[in-house]
């Protein structure tokens, strides 16, 4: 599978932005789909994840806030970000994989990343 996000852009506090990550070669519909981002000196942090079986997952700073989705039939997933703050200003990035539920924001257990789109939140 090869990914391809986009939407990212330059935006101003309490604004909305909707990421996509577009998937390529593989059985889309089968994987978990989770964002994670990284803002800059700070390591790689779980946003939010739509499981193979469709149930949903959020980092409790982006609960009520951003919502994840995703449409097999067009092998794509989409985060949308309401409310957004100068906290969540990063570079997001799209990764497929299977963990476990209990293990779902490790980074390490995805194989395959996109390239990242960078998201800034002016105050």
């Known amino acids: 599978v090869q990914l391809v996000e986009s939407g990212g852009g330059f935006v101003q506090a309490g604004d909305s932005l909707r990421l996509s990550c577009a998937a390529s070669g593989g059985a889309f519909s089968s994987y978990t789909v989770t964002w994670f981002r990284q803002a800059p000196e700070k390591e790689r942090e779980f946003v939010a994840s739509?499981?193979?079986?469709?149930?949903?997952h959020y980092a409790d700073s982006v609960k009520n806030r951003f919502t994840v989705s995703r449409n097999n039939a067009k092998n794509t997933a989409f985060l949308q970000m309401n409310s957004l703050q100068p906290e969540d200003t990063a570079v997001y990035y799209c990764a497929v994989g299977r963990p476990i539920l209990s293990a779902i924001s490790d980074p390490t257990l995805y194989y395959t990343w996109g390239q990242g789109t960078q998201v800034t939140v002016s105050s």
């Open positions: 739509s499981r193979h079986t469709s149930t949903t």
